[in-house]
T-cell receptor
């Protein structure tokens, strides 16, 4: 029979360009966010996190921006490489414990 | 140090059977969470165990259950399997405090025929 898959937003970028992946959240009380990268056949891998007392946090080639006013965060990847091709999720640990609520994910495709 | 280990990596079962999946957390981690990932529903939280007690539970039927042992290793069980249970089952571990990053295993791919 027909199968219906989750339609992930897709971002296609040229190798070497910068990538920006966006995520919106709904819980105003959320105070901690995590970005995960999931490659095909693997579990989600931690990339970077940010707490609500910060607007920006930088890692190696990655930057996360948090705008609490509009409840939006973004992940920026500098000089995107083929190895960055994956699905990226933002996640919000539920304040009642370590129950992560995941966004739908964005599939990043890097063109050589 | 070793990461989160899940066994088996792949599993094929038929409708009506039951299945047990295993997860060994990172050494020192006391919290183990389970997630189901499907193309149609994405990543969904099943339950979390901390110090051998279920601390949080997602919105799944009672056919899905779990437990945690004194060494923090965890198992989840699915009884009376249905075709819709076909999914990637992911385990994640952490120290168990508030708002911590979770570390995931590679998952068990379950196919129900």
């Amino acid at each position: 029979g027909e199968s219906v898959g989750l339609h992930l937003p897709t971002l296609s970028v040229q190798e070497g360009d910068n990538s920006i992946i966006n995520c919106a959240y709904s819980n105003s009380a959320s105070d901690y966010f995590i970005w995960y990268k999931q490659e095909s056949g693997k579990g989600p891998q931690f990339i970077i996190d940010i707490r609500s007392n910060m607007d920006k946090r930088q890692g190696q080639r990655v930057t996360v921006l948090l705008n609490k006013t509009v409840k939006h965060l973004s992940l920026q990847i500098a000089a995107t490489q083929p190895g960055d091709s994956a699905v990226y999720f933002c996640a919000d640990p539920n304040n009642a414990g370590n129950m992560l609520t995941f966004g739908g994910g964005t599939r990043l495709m890097v063109k050589p | 140090k070793a990461g989160v280990t899940q066994t088996p990596r792949y599993l094929i079962k038929t409708r009506g059977q039951q299945v047990t999946l295993s997860c060994s957390p990172i050494s020192g981690h006391r919290s183990v969470s389970w997630y189901q990932q499907t193309p149609g529903q994405g990543l969904q939280f099943l339950f979390e165990y901390f110090s051998e007690t279920q601390r949080n539970k997602g919105n799944f039927p009672g056919r899905f259950s779990g437990r945690q042992f004194s060494n923090s290793r965890s198992e989840m069980n699915v009884s009376t399997l249905e075709l819709g249970d076909s999914a990637l089952y992911l385990c994640a571990s952490s120290f168990g405090g508030h708002n911590e990053k979770l570390f995931f295993g590679s998952g068990t791919q379950l196919s129900v025929l």
